[in-house]
């Protein structure tokens, strides 16, 4: 069954998703940068045409400590993507969690121009548009990185607000590694297994259609969260 078109889906901020079919009108203009968040060896493998690789679990720096890194250290690496201070960007990945955190890289480092590709590439290449392994190279661009911590819950802001009742840690990633019995696939240091305490645990995959992978409708993603007790008067801190 087909989605529901984004702006009938109840969403607050409908402007965050690009649909596919947008794409495809716009993938040709000068101001527009698709950016795929997979894995170089993915992306090499195929990728919609026009689009440069930043890999989503690396791609957004991080100190040694995990909080975030210098700013400018994400400026260099946007700027050599060819992004400008006025670009639109939209991030796709197969889809997975990683297009939202490059999302999120942006829009921490000031630029709000950002979209995710609702369905991903999987929706892209359900519709038979065209796909490409091409490596896609542009002039650089003048991005400056202008931090917004209002958006970024760092580990001393952690600790400050464990305790709080209007604070949700919300664990998005598997089961497994909620609980322990798997290891996090992210990259870097081995880290301790399980879970930050009182943390509630929703799967990412599960705000996805499993037909089409687009993003559920406001309505059934807000039922869905308030039953794991994600609640919108509440400060919630992802991870």
């Not at 984004?6 to 993938?27: C, F, M, N, V």
Request: charged share 25%; hydrophobic share 35%.
């Amino acid at each position: 069954m087909n989605p529901l078109p984004i702006e009938q889906r109840g969403y607050t901020q409908p402007e965050l998703l690009a649909d596919t079919k947008w794409l495809s009108r716009h993938i040709s203009d000068d101001n527009l940068r698709v950016i795929d968040a997979r894995s170089s060896k993915d992306y090499a493998e195929v990728h919609i045409p026009g689009a440069v690789n930043l890999n989503g679990y690396s791609g957004v720096p991080r100190d040694a400590s995990g909080d975030m890194a210098d700013p400018s250290i994400f400026e260099e690496r946007v700027r050599k993507l060819g992004i400008n201070n006025d670009t639109t960007v939209v991030v796709y990945d197969a889809p997975s969690q990683m297009m939202g955190t490059i999302a999120w890289g942006f829009m921490y480092h000031g630029h709000t121009n950002v979209k995710i590709l609702d369905g991903g590439l999987a929706k892209w290449m359900m519709e038979g548009n065209t796909v490409s392994q091409d490596k896609s190279e542009y002039p650089p661009g003048n991005f400056t990185a202008s931090p917004d911590n209002n958006i970024y819950c760092s580990l001393e802001d952690a600790k400050k607000v464990i305790n709080d009742e209007h604070s949700i840690f919300w664990d998005t990633r598997s089961i497994e590694e909620y609980e322990g019995t798997a290891a996090s696939v992210i990259d870097g240091p081995k880290l301790r297994q399980g879970h930050i305490p009182g943390a509630v645990h929703l799967d990412w995959k599960e705000l996805f259609d499993e037909e089409n992978k687009t993003l559920k409708p406001a309505n059934e993603l807000r039922t869905l969260l308030e039953s794991h007790g994600i609640k919108p008067e509440d400060e919630v801190s992802t991870y």
